[in-house]
C-alpha cells in the first residue's frame, strides 16, 4: 500500500499531502469514473485511490500485481511510520516526499526531507525487517556519496543490532490515540564521563536534526557502555554512535583528551620509574663489583676472615642470650602455676567457709521460724472457733458500717509471717487491714506501722502496744475474755 503513485498527466502524486503534491484534490482521483490511470511508481502496475477505516489515504494495487514490488509488500506498521516521520518533517518546515528513489536506482528513501532553499536532504528510513550492521552500513554510504544525511528509525521493543552501528534511533509506538511517538534509544548525552540514554517526542528530535541541534557522534571507546534500566534491573548496552547536541559532543571531547592527558602523565611517571629503577640497578651492580675486587686483595681477605670471626662471636651470644631467656621465662611460667595453685587453694577455702556461714544462717533462720511459728500458734490458740468467728465478724461489721467497705478474710485464718503472724483482710483489690498481729513478733514487722491493725479487746491492745506496736491506727471491738483468753 504505496502513498505515492503516478498520474498520468500531474506526475509524481502524494496522498499524504493536502494537494497531492501536483495541486490536485483527493475527489480528483478517489472513486471518480472514468477511473484516473493511477500507477505504482516502483513496480508501475494499476493502483487506485483508497482510504483505510481511520481516513488514512493510501494507494492500493489493482489485482495480480507482481509479487516483487516492495511498496506492496511493506506491512501497515511500515507505511504509518513512515506517514508520521513525513508529518513530524513538515511541522519541522521541511519538505517531506515518500518513497523517493535515486535516478539509479541505488537507494530509496522512505521519506526524504528537503529544505526550503534545498541545501539540506535528509532520507528518514523506517527499518522494520532484519538487515545486518554492515549491509546497513553500505546503505548510509550509498546516501552520504550524494550528500544525503540519512536517520534509521526502527519501532521494535528490542533494539535491533544495528542502533548504535549508524545514525539511528528507537521509537516506541504510542498504545493509544492520546500518546506521542517517542524516540527512547539512540539519543543521548554525556556528561560527569560516560553517556547516558534521553528520551523525547519524535516530532520534537525532528526538529533538532533538521535545525541542526543534535547530529551524530561518535562515542570514544572507555564510554561505549551505557547502563538503563529496564523495570527494576539495570541492563548494559553498548553505542559506538548517539544523536546528541553539540555540547555534549564537546563535554565528551574535552574529557577525552583529559583522560588522554591523564594517561600520557601517568605513562611518563611510569618511565621515570624505570629509569631510576634502571639507575638503582646499575648502581648496585658497581657496586657488587667493586666490592667483589676489594674482597680479592689481601686486606679484603683479612678483612673479610675478621668479619666471618666477629659473626660468629655475635651467633654464641645470641645463643646464650636466647638460651638465658628461655630459662627466664621457664622460672616465670613456673612461679605464675604456683601462685595459680595458691589462688585456687584461697578459693576453695573461701567457697567452704562461706557455705558453712549459710548453712549456719539458714540453720538459723529455721530455728527463728520455727519459735516464731511455735509462738504464733500459742498466741492464736488461745482462742476458741467461736471467738474467731467472732472477731472475723467484728471486723467485717466494723468495716462496713464505718466506712461502707466489704472485706474479705482468708480462708483457714490465713496467717502472714511478714505481718507478725497476723491475718490480712482485704477490701477489693488493696490490703484493708491486719486482724490480731502476735505481740512477742511485732519486732519481725516493723512495716505493721503504716497498716490498720484490729484486736479483740483493750488488754490485747496493751500487749501489741507493749511488745513496740506504734501506729494510731489500732482498732479494738471490745469483745469479752472468755476463759480461753487468759494473758500471760
Not at 489485482?63 to 511493506?74: D, F, I, K, M, S
Not at 533538532?208 to 541492563?235: F, N, Y
Amino acid at each position: 500500500m504505496p502513498f505515492t503513485a503516478l498520474h498520468p498527466e500531474a506526475g509524481r502524486v502524494d496522498a499524504t499531502q493536502p494537494d497531492l503534491g501536483a495541486g490536485l484534490d483527493w475527489s480528483q482521483v478517489y472513486k471518480v469514473t472514468p477511473r484516473v490511470a493511477l500507477t505504482c511508481p516502483e513496480c508501475e502496475w494499476g493502483v487506485h485511490a483508497k482510504h483505510s477505516p481511520t481516513r488514512v489515504r493510501f494507494f492500493c494495487h489493482d489485482g495480480g500485481r507482481p509479487p516483487e514490488c516492495t511498496l506492496a509488500n511493506e506491512s501497515w506498521e511500515h507505511h504509518m511510520l513512515k506517514l508520521v516521520m513525513a508529518s513530524a518533517n513538515r511541522d519541522a518546515g521541511m519538505f517531506a516526499e515518500l518513497e523517493v528513489a535515486a535516478e539509479d536506482g541505488s537507494w530509496r528513501a522512505d521519506v526524504m526531507a528537503t529544505s526550503p532553499d534545498g541545501t539540506q536532504r535528509i532520507a528518514w528510513e523506517a527499518q522494520l525487517s532484519p538487515i545486518t550492521v554492515e549491509d546497513i552500513k553500505a546503505r548510509t554510504d550509498r546516501y552520504a556519496a550524494e550528500g544525503i544525511a540519512v536517520c534509521w528509525v526502527s519501532p521494535h521493543r528490542r533494539p535491533p543490532v544495528w542502533i548504535g552501528a549508524v545514525p539511528s534511533v528507537r521509537i516506541r509506538v504510542p498504545e493509544d490515540d492520546h500518546e506521542s511517538w517517542m524516540v527512547d534509544d539512540g539519543l543521548g548525552s554525556f556528561g560527569s564521563g560516560r553517556w547516558s540514554f534521553q528520551e523525547a517526542e519524535l516530532a520534537q528530535f525532528v526538529k533538532w536534526v533538521v535545525r541542526g541541534q543534535v547530529h551524530p557522534c561518535q562515542s570514544v571507546a572507555p564510554e561505549r557502555d551505557v547502563t538503563r534500566l529496564i523495570g527494576k534491573e539495570p541492563h548494559w548496552f553498548r553505542r559506538t554512535l548517539w544523536w546528541t547536541s553539540r555540547q555534549s559532543a564537546e563535554a565528551q571531547k574535552a574529557w577525552e583528551e583529559e583522560r588522554l592527558r591523564r594517561a600520557e602523565v601517568a605513562r611518563r611517571r611510569e618511565e621515570a620509574a624505570q629509569r631510576r629503577e634502571a639507575q638503582r640497578l646499575e648502581r648496585a651492580a658497581a657496586a657488587r663489583a667493586r666490592r667483589e675486587a676489594w674482597l680479592a686483595t689481601p686486606a679484603g681477605r683479612l678483612a673479610q676472615q675478621r668479619r666471618r670471626e666477629l659473626q660468629k662471636l655475635k651467633d654464641v651470644q645470641e645463643a646464650e642470650r636466647r638460651a638465658a631467656a628461655r630459662r627466664l621465662q621457664a622460672q616465670r611460667a613456673e612461679e605464675a602455676a604456683r601462685q595459680q595453685a595458691e589462688f585456687q587453694k584461697q578459693r576453695a577455702r573461701e567457697f567452704t567457709l562461706a557455705q558453712e556461714r549459710a548453712a549456719r544462717r539458714q540453720a538459723a533462720q529455721e530455728e527463728l521460724e520455727r519459735r516464731a511459728t511455735a509462738t504464733a500458734e500459742a498466741w492464736w490458740g488461745r482462742l476458741s472457733r467461736a471467738q474467731l468467728q467472732e472477731l472475723f465478724a467484728a471486723v467485717i461489721d466494723a468495716a462496713w458500717r464505718k466506712e461502707g467497705i466489704r472485706v474479705r478474710i482468708p480462708e483457714g485464718g490465713g496467717v502472714a509471717a511478714c505481718f507478725a503472724y497476723g491475718v490480712p483482710v482485704h477490701a477489693f483489690n488493696r490490703l484493708y487491714g491486719i486482724v490480731r498481729p502476735c505481740p512477742e513478733l511485732l519486732a519481725l514487722s516493723p512495716q505493721l506501722a503504716y497498716h490498720q491493725v484490729f484486736a479483740r479487746n483493750a488488754k490485747e491492745v496493751q500487749a501489741l502496744e507493749a511488745g513496740g506496736l506504734r501506729t494510731s491506727r489500732l482498732t479494738h471491738f471490745d469483745l469479752p475474755d472468755h476463759e480461753q483468753m487468759a494473758l500471760c
